[in-house]
């Protein structure tokens, strides 16, 4: 019998998840659009105050957990866990999104990615809706014709974005942009990233917000975990 805490849970899935996004863009980047949308979704799950991101490159520690997120069940952890996943789905276009959860979910310790699917992670549905996405883009860009890339900000993709061209990713944490920097040295795009997430975020929900599944402190009870 296995017993894996919430810190360790959650270390591990949002490590993975940065990594896996890292990949398609940079280590910066990845750490960036995650934070932000941890950040946003903190209206929602407030025990996300315990997860924060670590932008230095001298470390591999990109995800620091407070050993308080133990003490919340498990199956909201999930819920808020999935969510974050859900809004990186969401940005990804075309075919970049097809294996996005198979690179992701690869990597995740074996016993805690057995047991996802009961705190209500469920991966293979992800994937599912994930080609739905892609096979509803393609109809809508064969019938209408439809731009890829659009000059507003909330139709940006963020992962999707041409990367051949960026050197570096500034972030500022504090009004949650990115600029994005060439091999030059000079600007490419600055991105505002809480707009982008909020605009994901309310795709999600329909209005950006579901009551009936808001976590609040009264939840606080008894440490959640996986056993196995």
Known sequence: MIKFRNVDIVRDILTNLCNAVGNRTTRNFAVAIVDTITNTLKKKYTFLEYISYNTDHNTED????DSKINFIDSMFIGRALEAIIK?????????????????????INEDIRSGLYDIGIDLALLKVQQHYLYRQQKRIKSAQGYKYHSTTSESKSLLDYSWDNVSDCVYDAVNRTCSLIDKDGNLLD????????????????????NNNSNYNRENDKRPGEIIR
């Not at 990109?62 to 957990?65: D, E, F, P, Q, R």
């Not at 909020?198 to 999600?204: D, R």
């Open 87 to 107: 809004v990186v789905c969401l940005d990804l276009r075309d075919k970049a999104g097809l294996n996005f959860i198979n690179d992701f979910e690869k990597n």
């Open 190 to 209: 600055r991105i505002d990233l809480d707009k982008i997430v909020g605009q994901h975020l309310k795709n999600l929900t329909g209005n950006g917000s």
């Open 62 to 65: 990109l995800v620091i957990v």
